[in-house]
């Protein structure tokens, strides 16, 4: 099973502030790596996929970058409803996740 | 409307079986890539399960030798039969539909509460 680690599990920032979130995987999975906002009481929602891609419908505001072992969520402008947990997936074994990322609103 | 829909979550006692069904509605699962996912009360996610298009099956190391997935075509309905359970078990039981043939998982059902408690 390939690990994944989040960075930091916790974060609390201001309306408008810029936000990264940070995944390392265990090996190399090239750029098969997903991101998942989950809001309390809500199942996941697809964010990112394949590392930068944009899921339809989300907000431009969030984008993904990296490859290999190291990768970044961004929200550019954070708003209100981003509070969630957010969670990286690696798409190129069997999948794993993430310990996820608690973001609150300071 | 395009949706999956969980069932079957109870609680239960250890040693006791389950079955969750997931139906999907507004498409075909047949073609698809369908999963289990898991996550406990306050806790992270985790992968359980996931049956392929022709019907291959993988399982976590966890559940492996206690946890069965297959579905049904003809109902459109992917099941997770789970025996000897156990209480780190518990968990709200999500399926989730897999993009073509990988495990991203675009679509997500509201899940069902499985609690192992005597």
């Known amino acids: 099973d390939i690990q994944m680690t989040q960075s930091p599990s916790s974060l609390a920032a201001s309306v408008g502030d810029r936000v990264t979130i940070t995944c390392r995987a265990g090996?190399?999975?090239?750029?098969?790596l997903n991101w998942y906002q989950q809001k309390p009481g809500k199942a996941p929602k697809l964010l990112i996929y394949?590392?930068?891609n944009l899921q339809s419908g989300v907000p431009s505001r969030f984008s993904g970058s990296g490859s290999g072992t190291d990768f970044t969520l961004t929200i550019s402008s954070l708003q209100p409803e981003d509070v969630a947990t957010y969670y990286c997936?690696?798409?190129?074994?069997?999948?794993?996740f993430g310990q996820g990322t608690s973001l609150e609103i300071k | 409307e395009v949706q999956l829909v969980e069932t079957g979550g109870g609680l239960i006692q250890p040693g006791g079986s389950l079955r969750l069904a997931c139906a999907a509605s507004?498409?075909?699962?047949?073609?698809?890539?369908i999963s289990w996912v898991r996550q406990a009360p306050g806790k992270g996610l985790e992968w359980v399960s996931i049956?392929?298009?022709?019907?291959?099956?993988h399982y976590a190391d966890s559940v492996k030798g206690r946890f069965s997935i297959s579905k049904d075509n003809s109902k459109n309905t992917v099941y997770l039969q789970m025996n000897s359970l156990r209480a780190e078990d518990t968990a709200t039981y999500y399926c989730?539909?897999?993009?073509?043939?990988?495990?991203?998982?675009?679509?997500w059902g509201r899940g069902t509460l499985v609690t192992v408690s005597s």
């Open positions: 049956i392929y298009s022709d019907g291959t099956t």
């Open positions: 507004g498409f075909t699962l047949s073609n698809l890539y």
């Open positions: 997936q690696q798409s190129y074994t069997h999948p794993s």
């Open positions: 394949s590392g930068s």
């Open positions: 090996q190399n999975i090239i750029t098969y």
């Open positions: 989730s539909r897999a993009i073509t043939i990988t495990t991203i998982f675009d679509l």
